[in-house]
């Protein structure tokens, strides 16, 4: 099974996850995303320069530290984007100066969101060429949501992707030719349960192949 692989740029090179998988470091505006084999790829982008300041350190902290299971969740083969300016350690006061505004916004812009209304989630099945970005794609718009409620939901969201990916393992052992839910259905029914009561300005956005969908995190 291919190692999980989360290209950030936090720690060391040798660093490695609570599960035993290695984390391997990408980080400024010239290191490319890795093609490989990936079934996707999961960017978390920060476009908005407000959290690039000394006071959202532990904020950008707590959120990377919530990212991390969530591209878990997802499986080892669908890889984890995380960016960041250079190499340093996650709890240094002043991580909030490292997170690469820039480079999260060109992809902002790629997709044609605002600043404002992230951080954003975008899982595409495509490889995430910034000049020519996939039209496949999920998009979780997560509202300027303050930094304990962005935790709270991606934490809501990893265990409801957890949950189901137990649910698949167990009814594809069960039943062998029963295919298990496709990424884009466990992201669509894990949003589902997740972001109501988060607010109207957070939603779930799927464009791919047959299936379009939104959710909204609030009634209606």
């Known amino acids: 099974m291919r190692r999980l692989v989360l290209i950030a740029a936090v720690l060391v090179c040798s660093a490695t996850w609570a599960n035993g998988q290695a984390g391997v470091e990408l980080v400024g505006p010239t290191q490319q995303i890795p093609r490989g084999t990936f079934k996707t790829w999961s960017l978390f982008l920060i476009c908005n320069p407000d959290w690039a300041t000394p ?13 991390r299971p969530f591209h878990e969740a997802i499986g080892a083969d669908n890889l ?6 250079r190499p340093m350690a996650i709890n240094d006061p002043n991580l909030g100066a490292n997170v690469d505004i820039a480079r999260s916004a060109a992809f902002c812009a790629a997709i044609g969101k605002p600043p404002s ?3 954003y989630l975008v899982v ?11 039209r496949d794609r999920a998009i979780f718009e997560l509202g300027g949501l303050p930094p304990a409620d962005l935790a709270n939901l991606l934490n809501k969201l990893t265990d409801q992707l957890l ?4 649910v698949d393992a167990a009814l594809t052992t069960a039943n062998p030719p029963r295919e298990p839910s496709s990424l884009w259905i466990r992201l669509l029914e894990g949003a589902r349960q997740t972001l109501i009561g988060f607010g109207c300005a957070v939603k779930l956005q799927i464009q791919t ?3 379009t969908a939104e959710l909204r995190g609030c009634a209606g």
């Open 80 to 85: 984890g984007v995380w960016f960041w300016k």
């Open 163 to 166: 949950l189901q990916n137990r």
């Open 209 to 211: 192949g047959p299936l």
């Open 55 to 67: 006071d959202k350190s532990k904020d950008l902290a707590a959120l990377y530290n919530r990212f």
């Open 117 to 119: 209304q992230g951080p």
């Open 124 to 134: 595409t099945s495509e490889y995430p060429d910034v000049a020519n970005f996939p």
